[in-house]
């Protein structure tokens, strides 16, 4: 398992320090929303698409542990079909030059598209079915859900985390920090209560490869990962969270992803009916910026919160 952390974490080091400069070439630049923190825009033209590098490593690692493994592929089948409407989405921004990417339609039918077939095969084709482990019940109990609400249920939930994950993209470090954390608490979850060597290996891989990302990302960051990179995320926390049966678990374990998206739609849906905002901007991030928090200051304090929802989440299952 300390080989699967390290070989992660190398190669995302290594294509970190090639794709950089090529990205650079080629000016893959962000572009900054003009209605965001004014700090932001100096980041305007830093290298984006960044998630490239650590991708690459966590499905090139993951095949090479659990080739054998029909969930571990499954799941990083997800992974890339995130990580390409990811891509489209930021080819699309640079090439517009502007924030406005792949239209909310198109991307909400590949997002559905991709989350009905990973559904149906989890719940007609895969051992893992339609259950669901039950809370406090140390891994052993669970419940079965009729097939098709479980598939209608996975689609919503990959569409949420997903979406909540790519809201936690927007300060240096954060998203890779948080994910980071995570995937550490999967990993325990996955070997100590369950005993899947295929889960534990991949979240460790990821755990390596976040590292690897926040050599680059951290403040002040040299590369982006871009919703290439945070779609990607939010596929393998579906993924992990699915293959284990505890998609509740998110709840905890994510904490700063649901906060994130619950700020942002807290703020539309009171700004519609007040047209007053409750938060100085959101998602929450951007709120304790404009309160004068530098962004290695959120990282820390989301961090600490996430490792918080990870101990909760042990005690409950």
Not at 146 to 164: C, E, Q, R, S
Not at 250 to 261: A, K, N, Q
Request: charge should be positive.
């Amino acid at each position: 398992m300390i080989i699967a952390i390290s070989v992660s974490f190398i190669l995302t080091v290594i294509l970190g320090i090639v794709m950089l400069p090529v990205l650079r070439q080629l000016k893959i630049g962000q572009v900054v929303r003009d209605d965001g923190p004014k700090d932001h825009l100096k980041k305007a033209g830093t290298p984006t698409m960044g998630g490239i590098i650590f991708i690459l490593p966590i499905i090139g690692c993951t095949l090479f542990f659990s080739w054998n493994n029909p969930q571990a592929v499954s799941a990083c089948a997800l992974i890339f079909l995130s990580s390409l409407v990811g891509f489209i989405d930021d080819y699309l921004k640079i090439k517009k030059k502007n924030k406005d990417g792949l239209k909310p339609l198109f991307k909400t039918i590949f997002f559905v598209t991709i989350s009905l077939a990973y559904a149906i095969y989890i719940v007609y084709f895969s051992p893992i079915g339609s259950d669901i482990i039950v809370p406090f019940s140390n891994g052993i109990q669970s419940f079965v859900i009729p097939g098709w609400i479980y598939t209608a249920f996975i689609v919503l939930f990959y569409n949420a985390v997903i979406n909540a994950v790519n809201f936690t993209d927007g300060v240096d470090g954060l998203c890779g920090s948080v994910t980071a954390v995570v995937f550490i608490f999967f990993a325990i979850i996955s070997k100590i209560i369950f005993d899947d060597t295929d889960m534990t290996y991949m979240s460790l891989i990821i755990v390596g490869a976040m590292i690897g990302y926040l050599i680059f990302n951290v403040h002040p960051a040299k590369m982006l990962m871009g919703d290439t990179g945070s779609l990607a995320l939010g596929g393998a926390v579906t993924a992990i969270a699915i293959n284990l049966q505890i998609p509740w678990i998110v709840l905890l374990i994510g904490i700063i992803y649901v906060i994130e998206i619950l700020s942002s739609v807290i703020q539309v849906m009171h700004y519609k009916r007040t047209k007053k905002r409750i938060f100085l901007m959101a998602p929450i991030h951007h709120h304790f910026e404009l309160k004068h928090w530098s962004e290695n200051k959120i990282v820390i304090v989301f961090s600490g919160i996430s490792i918080i929802g990870g101990i909760l989440a042990l005690l409950i299952i």
